[in-house]
């Protein structure tokens, strides 16, 4: 029975702080075992909400921290928020979608009221300025670089 116990007691995970737990679905875990070290939820605190942004390789920029983002919320898309970026992935990833993408943090400012976690948008990245005709022909001179194979 002790030794029951002791199992059971190993069983209880308890967070460090107080938050939200986030998981995909919980139906993605029936029947699957459990690896150690491997995440199966995120911890978010509400008060200290972030944006995370997918942004996909065929549209990367060279972006710095600190760039400005603006984010428009499906829920809201007229009253777009502000946010700063903080941090770029150096390598792309594979979505729940399937598409390659970089994964981007930013931060909302202090004064903004953070909005609900799991809320889906669209962010508008700004970076340094370029001419026009990079900026034009940036697509088709990568599908063309592509194809030659260069």
Partial sequence: ?????ALLGRVEVRAAHDGI???YSPNDWLGKPVVTGQRIMTLADPA????????PV???IALEPGARVRLFLDTDPLRPLEARLVRTSYE???TPQGHLAFELDARLPDATPPPRIGLKGTAKLYGEPVPLYYYLLRRPLARLRQWLGI
């Fill in 21 to 23: 737990a986030i998981y």
């Fill in 92 to 94: 792309a990833r594979l």
């Fill in 48 to 55: 200290n909400a972030g944006v995370r942004i997918d942004l």
């Fill in 58 to 60: 065929s549209d990367a």
């Fill in 1 to 5: 029975m002790a030794y029951t116990g």
